[in-house]
């Protein structure tokens, strides 16, 4: 009795890796290929929009991790800020998003790239320019339903194997 089962056992377990062999291949060749990711994602390090911003530190105050650094100097003739520097220590920043949310100006963006490697601690602090969006720091559509509309749809893995059947 004992023996048939575990029989039975071995008969279901080749044949699901049977039905596997014979199926195509779902994965995807990174860095090759790549799927879409979320419109929304957290990814990358925060955009910063240098036009919009105003310097009034709603930013930093709402980190929860202290990541975010703001000097400003009066223009009172103009009666407004002007920043003299906007940093983000990337090391700490645990990509809450909380910033985006609570910028009153939509001047601050999460980044919509995932791949943010670097060789050195100090690389992960990025300040002004280094913020800007370019081509390869473009805004997430996280708390931005204008960037959001914007972007290509999420693809899925799961996209890809209904489209091989
Ligand atoms: S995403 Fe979160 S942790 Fe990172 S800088 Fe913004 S508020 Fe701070
Ligand atoms: S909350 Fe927005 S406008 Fe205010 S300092 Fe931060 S990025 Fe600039």
Redesign the pocket.
């Known amino acids: 009795m004992k023996f048939e089962r575990y029989g039975i056992g071995i008969a279901k377990g080749l044949a699901v890796t049977i039905r596997h062999l014979l199926r195509r291949p779902v994965t995807t060749q990174y860095p090759e290929q790549r799927l879409n990711t979320s419109r929304r994602i ?1 990814g990358n390090e ?1 955009i910063w929009d240098k036009d919009k911003c105003t310097g009034c530190a709603t ?1 930093a105050k ?7 650094e703001i000097v400003t100097s009066v223009m009172i003739d103009e009666n407004k800020y002007q920043v003299e520097k906007f940093e ?1 220590d ?1 090391g ?9 949310e ?1 910028c009153p100006y939509d001047a ?1 963006f ?1 980044g919509y790239a995932y791949e943010r490697a670097k060789y050195r601690r100090g690389e992960l602090v990025m300040a002004n320019e280094a913020l800007l969006a370019s081509a390869e720091r473009r805004p997430s559509g996280y708390a931005r339903p204008q960037v959001e509309a914007a972007l290509p749809k999420q693809s899925l893995l799961l996209d890809k194997d209904r489209g091989k059947r």
């Open positions: 957290r925060l930013c709402t980190c929860p991790q202290g990541s975010i983000v990337t700490y920043c645990i990509f809450c998003g909380l910033c985006v609570a601050l999460m």
